[in-house]
C-alpha cells in the first residue's frame, strides 16, 4: 500500500480546517455587511419622509397633480430609491413609477396612519410607506400616504466592493499561510527527514569505519537530533563487535587446538554480544518511541497555536465593532449637540419676537377701535375737522409704530431663517462675512440682552467667502455661548473681540474673551469630546469638540487655542476663503 508523506498528511489536516473556518467567516462578515446596508437602506426611505414629505403634501393638498408628478420623478433619481406610489386622501393611486409591489392587497384603500416598513418581497423589493399630513389652522388633515421602493439588487450593487475585498483579502491570507506552511514543512521535516534517510541508505554495511550520520538540517530538531545521534551511537556499536568478532577469529586461527576447551567460552561470549545487540534494538525501538511521541507532541502544539489565532481573530473583530458602534454613538451625540442648539436658537428668537409681535397686535386693536368711533361719528354725522385731526394724528402715530415693530420682528425672523438653515445645511455659498456675523449674534441677542457683557467685531466690511455658511454659524455660536456660559460664569460684565483679518487666500480669525480662563490640564483636553466644566448642570462637552472638527475637516483649516486662568481664552483659526463646492 502507498504510504503518505508526513508532512503532506499533517499540511493537509491544517489547510483543510483553516479552509473551512476561512469560508464560513467569510460567507458571515458578506451576510453581516448585506443585513447593514439593507438598514442603512432603509433608513434613507424613513429619512426622506423628513425631506420631501412637505413639499408634496402641499401639492396634493392644492390638488397640484402635475407639481406631485414632478416630485415623485425626483424621488426615483435618489439611487436608493427604485420605486414609488402616491396616493390621495381616498386611496386612489395619483402616480406609480419603477418597480414596485400592489399595496392595495395589504393595506386595501386604507391609508397608513404612521410610517410602516415594507419587508423584502420574493422579488427583491422592500420599502416604506408614510403618511402626508398637512397642518391648517392648527388642524392635521392626511391627505395620502407614500410608498417608496427599494431592492436587493441596490443593497447587493453597495456592498459589491466590500465583497470583492473580503474575497481576496481571505484568498491572499489563505495563499500566504499555503506558501509559509509549505516553507516551514519542507524545510523543518520534509528536507531533514529526507537527508537523514539517504545517508542510511547510503551505509555500507562492510566499510563502517569512521562512517557517522551528519545531522545536517536535523541539528535545528531536536527530535531529529536524539534519533541522528542514536543511529550514531548504534554504528559505533557495531563498529566495536565487528572489531572484537575479527579478534576472535584470529584467536580462533591461532588456539585451534583450544577450540574445544573455549567452545563454551566463545558461546558464553557471543551470547553477551548478541544481548547487547538486542538491547541496542531496544533502545532504538524505544527513541523511536520518543519520536513519535514528540510528533503527537508537535501536532498538538500546532493545534493549540490554531485555536489561539481564531481566538485572536475573534477578538480582533469584536474590537472593530465596539469601534464602530463607538463612532456611531458619537456621531449621533454630536447631530445631537446641534439640533439642541437649534432648539435652544429657536426658544430665544420666539421670545424675542413676540415682544414686537405683541406691540403691533395692540396697536392694531387700537387702530381699529379708533376707525370703529370714526365710523360711527360719520354715520351720526358728529364728525368735526378736530375729531378728524386726531384721528390722523393717532392713526399715523399708531401705523409708524406698527411698521417699526413689525420691521423688527422681520428682520429678526429672517436672520433666525437664514442661521437656522445653514446649521441645518452643509451648503456651499457665498457669504459676506461681516454681515454674517452680526446676523448670528443678533440670533444669540435673547442670551445676551439680560447681561452686561459686550461683544467687538473688527471684519472688513467688502470681506466675502465662498464656504458651508452653517460651518461658520455654528463655529461662532459655540464660542460665543463658551464664553458667557463657561468664561463669563463669574462675572457680571464681559468683553468678547472678534478680528478677522484678509491674508491672501485665507481668512484668519482672533477670538478672545476676557473670562476667567482655563488651567493648563483643562486647556490640554479642551477640544476632547465629552470634556466639560459643567458636568453637574447638564453639560455635554461636544461643543469645542464640533467646532475642532469643524474648522479641520469643513473648512480644511487649523484652530490653536490659549489660556491661563484670569486671562481669558484665546482662539487663532485659519482657513482657505474659497472652498469647491
Not at 541508505?201 to 534519533?227: C, F, K, P, W, Y
Not at 485572536?312 to 469601534?323: A, D, G, I, P, Y
Request: proline residues 2%; negative net charge.
Amino acid at each position: 500500500m502507498q504510504q503518505r508523506s508526513l508532512s503532506r498528511t499533517l499540511l493537509t489536516k491544517v489547510l483543510s480546517v483553516y479552509f473551512i473556518l476561512t469560508f464560513v467567516v467569510t460567507l458571515a462578515q458578506i451576510g453581516a455587511e448585506y443585513f447593514n446596508t439593507k438598514r442603512y437602506i432603509n433608513s434613507e426611505l424613513a429619512t426622506l419622509q423628513q425631506t420631501f414629505s412637505g413639499s408634496l403634501t402641499r401639492a396634493i393638498w392644492e390638488l397640484n397633480t402635475q407639481q406631485a408628478l414632478v416630485i415623485a420623478d425626483g424621488l426615483l433619481a435618489i439611487p436608493a430609491v427604485e420605486g414609488i406610489i402616491v396616493r390621495d386622501d381616498s386611496g386612489t393611486v395619483i402616480t406609480q413609477l419603477g418597480r414596485h409591489v400592489d399595496i392595495s392587497q395589504r393595506h386595501g384603500s386604507e391609508l397608513v396612519r404612521e410610517g410602516i416598513q415594507l419587508a423584502e418581497q420574493q422579488s427583491g423589493l422592500f420599502g416604506y410607506t408614510f403618511p402626508l399630513i398637512f397642518e391648517f389652522s392648527g388642524r392635521a388633515t392626511q391627505v395620502g400616504d407614500v410608498t417608496l421602493f427599494s431592492s436587493r439588487a441596490i443593497v447587493i450593487d453597495r456592498i459589491k466592493i466590500g465583497i470583492f475585498f473580503l474575497i481576496g483579502n481571505a484568498m491572499l491570507k489563505t495563499t500566504f499561510l499555503i506558501i509559509l506552511f509549505l516553507f516551514a514543512f519542507r524545510r523543518y521535516l520534509t528536507e531533514p527527514l529526507g537527508e537523514l534517510t539517504q545517508q542510511i541508505e547510503d551505509l555500507e554495511l562492510d566499510h563502517l569505519e569512521g562512517t557517522r550520520i551528519e545531522a545536517g538540517r536535523a541539528q535545528n530538531s531536536v527530535e531529529l537530533g536524539v534519533m541522528t545521534t542514536a543511529f550514531n551511537r548504534l554504528i559505533r556499536r557495531v563498529q566495536d563487535y565487528k572489531a572484537e568478532l575479527e579478534s576472535t577469529q584470529k584467536e580462533l586461527l591461532v588456539s585451534n587446538e583450544k577450540l574445544d576447551q573455549h567452545n563454551l567460552v566463545l558461546e558464553q561470549e557471543v551470547a553477551r554480544k548478541t544481548s547487547g545487540l538486542s538491547q541496542a534494538m531496544m533502545d532504538l525501538q524505544q527513541q523511536k518511541q520518543q519520536l513519535e511521541v514528540k510528533q503527537q507532541s508537535l501536532k498538538e502544539e500546532i493545534e493549540r497555536r490554531r485555536h489561539i489565532e481564531h481566538a485572536l481573530r475573534n477578538k480582533q473583530t469584536e474590537l472593530e465593532n465596539l469601534v464602530d458602534d463607538l463612532k456611531q454613538t458619537q456621531d449621533r451625540l454630536v447631530q445631537s449637540e446641534k439640533m439642541a442648539a437649534l432648539g435652544g436658537l429657536v426658544a430665544g428668537i420666539t421670545h424675542e419676537v413676540n415682544t414686537p409681535v405683541g406691540i403691533g397686535v395692540t396697536a392694531t386693536s387700537f387702530l381699529a377701535e379708533k376707525i370703529q368711533t370714526l365710523q360711527k361719528a360719520y354715520q351720526e354725522k358728529t364728525l368735526s375737522p378736530k375729531n378728524l385731526e386726531q384721528f390722523i394724528a393717532e392713526a399715523s402715530e399708531t401705523t409708524s409704530l406698527l411698521e417699526s415693530n413689525l420691521n423688527r420682528a422681520s428682520d429678526l425672523i429672517a436672520s433666525f431663517k437664514q442661521i437656522a438653515v445653514d446649521q441645518t445645511s452643509e451648503a456651499i455659498r457665498t457669504i459676506r462675512l461681516d454681515t454674517y456675523i452680526q446676523e448670528v449674534i443678533r440670533s444669540l441677542h435673547p442670551h445676551f440682552k439680560k447681561t452686561k457683557h459686550q461683544v467687538d467685531v473688527n471684519c472688513p466690511a467688502d470681506l466675502k467667502l465662498t464656504c458651508p455658511a452653517g460651518a461658520i454659524s455654528q463655529i461662532f455660536t459655540n464660542l460665543l455661548m463658551n464664553s458667557l456660559i463657561h468664561g463669563f460664569e463669574e462675572q457680571e460684565q464681559g468683553h468678547i473681540r472678534i478680528t478677522v483679518l484678509e491674508d491672501g487666500n485665507d481668512i484668519d480669525i482672533r477670538f478672545s474673551d476676557d473670562g476667567k480662563g482655563l488651567n493648563a490640564d483643562q486647556l490640554e483636553k479642551l477640544f476632547h469630546p465629552f470634556f466639560t466644566t459643567k458636568r453637574e448642570a447638564g453639560g455635554s462637552g461636544l461643543g469645542t469638540h464640533i467646532t475642532y472638527n469643524l474648522v479641520r475637516q469643513t473648512l480644511k483649516g487649523s484652530i490653536e487655542v490659549s489660556s491661563e486662568p484670569g486671562n481669558g481664552l484665546h482662539y487663532h483659526i485659519r482657513f482657505p476663503k474659497q472652498l469647491a463646492s
